[in-house]
Protein backbone atom coordinates (compact mmCIF):
# COMPACT_ATOMS: atom_id res chain seq x y z
CA UNK A 1 0.00 0.00 0.00
CA UNK A 2 1.97 3.06 -1.46
CA UNK A 3 0.77 6.10 0.75
CA UNK A 4 2.92 8.30 -1.11
CA UNK A 5 3.06 7.91 -4.67
CA UNK A 6 5.34 10.21 -7.43
CA UNK A 7 4.06 8.60 -10.32
CA UNK A 8 6.14 10.18 -12.85
CA UNK A 9 9.60 8.54 -12.30
CA UNK A 10 11.80 10.98 -14.42
CA UNK A 11 11.19 14.25 -15.57
CA UNK A 12 14.10 16.05 -18.27
CA UNK A 13 13.90 19.85 -18.10
CA UNK A 14 16.07 22.65 -20.09
CA UNK A 15 18.47 24.54 -18.30
CA UNK A 16 16.68 28.44 -17.20
CA UNK A 17 13.04 26.44 -17.32
CA UNK A 18 10.84 25.38 -14.36
CA UNK A 19 10.97 21.66 -13.04
CA UNK A 20 7.63 20.68 -11.91
CA UNK A 21 7.39 17.64 -9.87
CA UNK A 22 4.34 16.25 -8.16
CA UNK A 23 3.62 13.94 -5.28
CA UNK A 24 0.01 12.40 -4.01
CA UNK A 25 -0.87 10.88 -0.68
CA UNK A 26 -3.82 8.87 0.37
CA UNK A 27 -3.50 8.83 4.21
CA UNK A 28 -5.44 11.85 5.27
CA UNK A 29 -3.52 12.19 8.67
CA UNK A 30 -0.47 13.09 7.31
CA UNK A 31 0.41 17.15 7.68
CA UNK A 32 3.28 17.72 7.50
CA UNK A 33 5.68 17.20 4.22
CA UNK A 34 9.14 17.20 3.10
CA UNK A 35 11.41 17.11 -0.10
CA UNK A 36 14.51 15.64 -0.67
CA UNK A 37 17.13 15.81 -2.82
CA UNK A 38 19.57 12.87 -3.41
CA UNK A 39 22.61 12.69 -5.55
CA UNK A 40 24.13 9.38 -6.49
CA UNK A 41 26.38 7.77 -4.40
CA UNK A 42 25.36 9.83 -1.32
CA UNK A 43 22.52 10.26 1.46
CA UNK A 44 19.09 12.33 0.93
CA UNK A 45 19.47 15.45 2.10
CA UNK A 46 16.72 17.71 2.98
CA UNK A 47 15.08 20.29 0.37
CA UNK A 48 12.23 21.99 1.69
CA UNK A 49 9.00 21.31 3.64
CA UNK A 50 5.43 22.34 4.45
CA UNK A 51 3.28 22.02 7.18
CA UNK A 52 -0.55 21.27 6.38
CA UNK A 53 -1.55 24.60 7.96
CA UNK A 54 -0.09 26.72 4.81
CA UNK A 55 -0.68 25.84 1.14
CA UNK A 56 2.56 27.41 -0.19
CA UNK A 57 6.23 27.84 1.18
CA UNK A 58 9.12 29.18 -0.37
CA UNK A 59 12.52 29.09 -0.21
CA UNK A 60 14.73 30.87 -3.06
CA UNK A 61 14.42 28.87 -6.20
CA UNK A 62 12.28 26.20 -4.93
CA UNK A 63 8.30 25.99 -3.88
CA UNK A 64 6.43 23.62 -2.68
CA UNK A 65 2.46 24.12 -3.16
CA UNK A 66 0.38 21.61 -0.78
CA UNK A 67 -3.78 20.86 -2.11
CA UNK A 68 -4.98 19.33 0.79
CA UNK A 69 -8.51 18.69 -0.96
CA UNK A 70 -6.68 16.81 -3.69
CA UNK A 71 -3.90 15.34 -1.38
CA UNK A 72 -1.69 16.51 -3.42
CA UNK A 73 1.75 18.59 -3.62
CA UNK A 74 4.09 19.66 -5.91
CA UNK A 75 7.68 21.13 -5.64
CA UNK A 76 8.49 23.68 -8.40
CA UNK A 77 12.61 24.79 -9.49
CA UNK A 78 12.75 27.76 -11.32
CA UNK A 79 14.98 28.53 -12.77
CA UNK A 80 16.31 24.83 -13.25
CA UNK A 81 20.26 24.77 -12.98
CA UNK A 82 22.27 21.55 -14.08
CA UNK A 83 23.16 21.45 -10.38
CA UNK A 84 19.64 20.23 -9.43
CA UNK A 85 19.97 16.92 -11.46
CA UNK A 86 19.02 14.68 -9.17
CA UNK A 87 16.23 12.52 -7.80
CA UNK A 88 13.49 13.59 -5.51
CA UNK A 89 11.79 12.33 -3.01
CA UNK A 90 8.47 13.73 -1.41
CA UNK A 91 7.97 12.07 1.84
CA UNK A 92 5.02 12.59 4.86
CA UNK A 93 4.46 12.34 8.33
CA UNK A 94 2.04 13.14 11.31
CA UNK A 95 3.56 15.92 12.42
CA UNK A 96 1.41 15.40 16.13
CA UNK A 97 3.03 12.32 16.77
CA UNK A 98 5.59 13.55 19.24
CA UNK A 99 6.82 11.31 22.00
CA UNK A 100 9.17 9.45 19.99
CA UNK A 101 10.88 9.57 16.81
CA UNK A 102 8.18 10.56 13.99
CA UNK A 103 8.37 8.63 10.93
CA UNK A 104 8.54 9.15 7.61
CA UNK A 105 6.66 7.58 4.56
CA UNK A 106 8.58 8.30 1.17
CA UNK A 107 7.20 8.72 -1.97
CA UNK A 108 9.63 6.55 -4.74
CA UNK A 109 11.19 9.30 -6.12
CA UNK A 110 11.52 11.46 -9.29
CA UNK A 111 14.71 11.73 -10.92
CA UNK A 112 14.99 15.25 -12.72
CA UNK A 113 17.92 16.05 -15.66
CA UNK A 114 18.08 19.25 -15.95
CA UNK A 115 19.75 19.58 -19.62
CA UNK A 116 21.78 22.59 -20.83
CA UNK B 1 33.32 17.23 11.40
CA UNK B 2 32.27 14.05 9.28
CA UNK B 3 28.65 13.62 10.07
CA UNK B 4 27.18 10.45 9.54
CA UNK B 5 29.77 7.58 7.77
CA UNK B 6 28.69 4.30 7.64
CA UNK B 7 30.55 1.30 6.87
CA UNK B 8 31.20 -0.82 4.62
CA UNK B 9 29.92 1.42 1.44
CA UNK B 10 29.42 -2.51 -0.02
CA UNK B 11 28.69 -6.29 0.75
CA UNK B 12 28.23 -9.00 -0.54
CA UNK B 13 26.73 -11.40 1.81
CA UNK B 14 25.94 -15.19 1.24
CA UNK B 15 22.48 -16.81 1.99
CA UNK B 16 22.18 -17.04 5.53
CA UNK B 17 25.57 -15.53 6.77
CA UNK B 18 25.10 -12.36 8.92
CA UNK B 19 26.70 -9.21 9.40
CA UNK B 20 26.58 -5.85 10.97
CA UNK B 21 26.34 -2.60 9.53
CA UNK B 22 28.18 0.30 11.07
CA UNK B 23 26.81 4.10 11.63
CA UNK B 24 28.35 6.27 13.58
CA UNK B 25 27.61 10.61 13.73
CA UNK B 26 29.69 12.77 15.48
CA UNK B 27 27.50 15.71 15.85
CA UNK B 28 26.01 14.60 19.43
CA UNK B 29 22.48 13.94 18.10
CA UNK B 30 20.10 12.27 20.16
CA UNK B 31 17.92 10.61 17.43
CA UNK B 32 19.44 8.00 14.84
CA UNK B 33 17.26 6.20 12.10
CA UNK B 34 18.41 3.37 9.74
CA UNK B 35 16.58 3.02 6.51
CA UNK B 36 16.16 0.56 3.59
CA UNK B 37 15.57 1.84 -0.01
CA UNK B 38 15.33 -1.20 -2.29
CA UNK B 39 15.39 -0.79 -6.62
CA UNK B 40 12.57 1.59 -7.32
CA UNK B 41 11.10 2.52 -4.10
CA UNK B 42 11.63 5.14 -1.26
CA UNK B 43 12.74 4.84 2.10
CA UNK B 44 11.28 2.58 4.54
CA UNK B 45 12.44 3.19 8.28
CA UNK B 46 13.89 -0.07 10.09
CA UNK B 47 14.67 0.66 13.35
CA UNK B 48 14.90 4.24 15.74
CA UNK B 49 16.15 5.32 18.31
CA UNK B 50 15.22 8.28 20.66
CA UNK B 51 19.43 8.01 22.90
CA UNK B 52 21.20 5.85 24.20
CA UNK B 53 19.97 2.48 25.26
CA UNK B 54 16.44 2.92 23.81
CA UNK B 55 15.48 1.95 20.43
CA UNK B 56 12.16 0.92 18.75
CA UNK B 57 10.65 -0.66 15.90
CA UNK B 58 9.60 1.32 12.33
CA UNK B 59 7.82 0.18 9.09
CA UNK B 60 9.87 -2.98 8.34
CA UNK B 61 11.96 -4.47 11.37
CA UNK B 62 12.04 -8.09 10.41
CA UNK B 63 14.95 -9.84 9.73
CA UNK B 64 17.04 -6.82 11.98
CA UNK B 65 18.44 -6.59 15.10
CA UNK B 66 19.91 -2.60 16.72
CA UNK B 67 21.72 -1.91 19.35
CA UNK B 68 22.40 1.89 21.23
CA UNK B 69 25.38 1.42 23.66
CA UNK B 70 26.43 5.23 22.93
CA UNK B 71 25.26 8.52 21.14
CA UNK B 72 27.53 8.12 18.64
CA UNK B 73 27.05 4.52 17.39
CA UNK B 74 24.26 2.84 15.68
CA UNK B 75 24.62 -0.83 14.45
CA UNK B 76 22.17 -2.51 12.43
CA UNK B 77 22.59 -6.33 12.45
CA UNK B 78 21.60 -9.00 10.15
CA UNK B 79 20.84 -12.13 11.24
CA UNK B 80 20.99 -14.82 8.38
CA UNK B 81 20.58 -12.90 5.19
CA UNK B 82 17.94 -13.36 2.69
CA UNK B 83 18.17 -12.19 -0.53
CA UNK B 84 14.89 -9.97 0.63
CA UNK B 85 17.82 -7.60 2.25
CA UNK B 86 19.51 -6.76 -0.48
CA UNK B 87 19.15 -3.08 -0.90
CA UNK B 88 20.83 0.36 -0.05
CA UNK B 89 20.90 1.09 3.77
CA UNK B 90 21.08 4.58 4.77
CA UNK B 91 21.63 5.28 8.43
CA UNK B 92 20.40 9.20 9.78
CA UNK B 93 20.67 11.29 12.90
CA UNK B 94 18.80 14.45 13.95
CA UNK B 95 19.31 16.83 17.21
CA UNK B 96 15.57 16.92 17.16
CA UNK B 97 12.52 14.53 16.08
CA UNK B 98 11.43 17.53 13.59
CA UNK B 99 11.98 15.37 10.36
CA UNK B 100 14.08 18.14 8.52
CA UNK B 101 16.79 17.94 10.41
CA UNK B 102 18.36 14.39 9.82
CA UNK B 103 21.28 14.18 8.23
CA UNK B 104 21.77 10.66 6.06
CA UNK B 105 24.69 9.07 5.56
CA UNK B 106 26.19 7.77 2.29
CA UNK B 107 24.99 4.21 2.50
CA UNK B 108 25.75 0.93 2.42
CA UNK B 109 25.14 -1.31 -0.69
CA UNK B 110 24.05 -4.88 0.35
CA UNK B 111 24.05 -8.35 -2.22
CA UNK B 112 22.54 -11.09 -0.66
CA UNK B 113 23.65 -13.51 -3.31
Known amino acids: DQQVKQNSPSLSVQEGRISILNCDYTNSMFDYFLWYKKYPAEGPTFLISISSIKDKNEDGRFTVFLNKSAKHLSLHIVPSQPGDSAVYFC???????????????FGTGTRLQVTL | NAGVTQTPKFRILKIGQSMTLQCTQDMNHNYMYWYRQDPGMGLKLIYY???????DKGEVPNGYNVSRSTTEDFPLRLELAAPSQTSVYFC????????????FGPGTRLLVL
Open chain 1, 91 to 105: AATRALYTGTASKLT
Open chain 2, 92 to 103: ASSRTELQETQY
Open chain 2, 49 to 55: SVGAGIT
